[in-house]
């Protein structure tokens, strides 16, 4: 049992949702306004960091140009502006220092402060008297290209986490309501409740869940279900919020607002999965704490070094605060969330919605996945397998008599039977004297000729005898099947079974591929589970079942020491879910609040279990990759931070260091962003392309 408490759909209406999540928020702060104060404080430390170099010594000597620059009390101005450039521009550092302390995590914020502090306060000692060489140039330099760095990296971010505004923005903001007498108004969506109609017109946006009441479209519901074609709605066809009119206008009726659209739930969903905590995001904050620590002890015995082996105090001050910046863990502390974020993105709006993080992130190591049959693998519906003639007629031939006397009746062999004349495009004759052959069939005049299709007792009965080995097949097979007479003579039979769906075999043959035993559980007959099991070409299955017999079989797959996900609807299959390492609800449609599945699939196609585990595995990948990337380049860049490469002529200015520490964060965010490059090739492993 897995052990984790599902939540259930969204709480808030649509307008609270749409204002929480329209921008991102980092410590409880609009993130588009950070970035503008990021942007507006660097180029404000920058303007002041001109003077400061050319009030610099160091700088002055370098240039040549340190008599025509010193001025009586050049040092103190030096000092007044590089206090700006420190108050000012390290100022989001020194108060994220401060909230990480009271939290007690230290990171990134930590290493900075300490960083730029070290740097200013021991400048600011040279100038009030301490012997040595100030070097309030690197400080201004170190702060300008921290802020450009978190400039451009929280603009990268923002780009690969903008999953929930993406969904929001779905939603428009007005709708065209019907008034009685038939004109319109424009009202805001919020404003809409059940049983207003509006009119939707060609191009628009469907403003919320309901159901067509005149008028017949396309709809593209790409971004909200993955369904890549337009799917046609007449009336009595439900709607949902978001999707892009086609060509035609409608009036719609609403049934669903606030949090009980679709929409809404998906919002909800995208966003408790974000916030869910993953083992993968535990290692990587567990990481960033490890380097964060070690990147204060490794600055302090640096430090220590280089004044023990008799070098200036500026110099070992450098190197120190040089290790401090580059090895902020910022990119670690990314790399996982960046890739949740566009992974929940990607996957909500191809139709398939992640409820559990880490059953989520557990689906790249399945071994088995479980279908049920009726309704997942197959159609769930009677459908004609096989026509099988017995006499001189052809296979169209006998299914067109048998068609012609079924569309008089409502059973659902009848409708089975039907459905498939109507594929073959036969279309019925006309019939006379219907009646019902009670236990038996039915029998009517068609075309002047006498027609039952009757069942084997009827047959037996009347000791009208069968010789066929298709026949015989059929039944083995626990397919139901019909004889149908014409003028009392056996022509031919039809064998039905619930379809087993085109898109089944594909699903099971790529899961295959992957490396993943596919089997089956099913309350139908040991025969008829066999026959599809077969057809499927599946490793196991098992039948007879009983609903509540469901997660039993779970666990017996389980036992086998398999890591094992349960596919079905949702409803009946409730148990085995909860049961299943991962319990995937299938078909949900707009009804995405399944309870008891880790994730929910919209569409009712088996191929999509396939993405969702292609999905995993490729996320997984990905945190891979960022975590080498976040952390990696530590190995190399810590050690010439501390100055293991100053004999070759080889140092990292702190400026230099920050740099290099803010490149990683900016490769980690569009590394992340990549992933969407990733969407067609899960999509050649069955994720409809959007």
Known sequence: MKGQEHHASGKHDHAATTQDHTGHAEGGHDHGAMIADFKRRFWVSLVLTVPILLLSPMIQDFLGLGEALRFAG????????????????????LKGFVGEIRKRQTGMMTLISMAISVAYLYSTATVFGLAGEPFFWELATLIDVMLLGHWIEMRSVMGASAALEALVKLMPATADRLRPDGSTEEVQVTE???????????????????????????????????????????????????????????????????????????????????????????????????????????????????????????????RAVTVLVIACPHALGLAVPLVVAVSTRLSATSGLLIRERASFERARNLDAVIFDKTGTLTEGRFGVADVIPLGDMGADEVLAWAAAIESQSEHPIARGVIRSAEEKGIRPKPVRDFRNLTGEGTEAVVDGRDVKVVSPGYLRRRDIGVESTDVERANEQGKTVVYVLVDDALVGAIALADIVRKESREAVRKLKEMGIECMMLTGDARAVAKSVAAELGLDDYFAEVLPDQKAEKVREVQSRGKSVAMVGDGVNDAPALVQADCGIAIGAGTDVAVQSADIVLVRNDPRDVTAILALSRATYRKMIENFVLGAGYNVVAIPLAAGVAYAWGIVLTPAVGAALMSASTVVVAINAKLLERRRKDIAALGLAES
């Open 192 to 318: 809409l409740v059940a049983g207003d109609r509006v009119l939707v017109r060609p191009g628009a946006k469907v403003p919320t869940d309901g159901v067509i009441v005149e008028g017949r479209t396309s709809l593209d519901e790409s971004m909200l279900t993955g369904e890549s074609k337009p799917v046609e709605r007449n009336e009595g066809d439900e709607v949902i919020g978001g999707a892009v009119n086609g060509e035609g206008a409608i009036t719609i009726e609403i049934r669903k607002t606030g949090s009980e659209t679709y929409l809404a739930q998906v919002i909800e969903m995208v966003r408790r999965a974000q916030e869910s905590r993953s083992r993968s995001q535990n290692l990587a904050d567990t990481g960033a704490n490890i380097l964060t620590y070690t990147a204060i002890v490794i600055g302090t015995v640096t430090l220590v070094v280089w004044l023990s082996l008799g070098a200036p105090i500026e110099f070992a001050i450098a």
């Open 74 to 93: 050049s040092r103190f101005v030096l000092f007044a502006l590089s206090s700006v450039v420190f108050f000012y521009g390290g100022w989001p550092f």
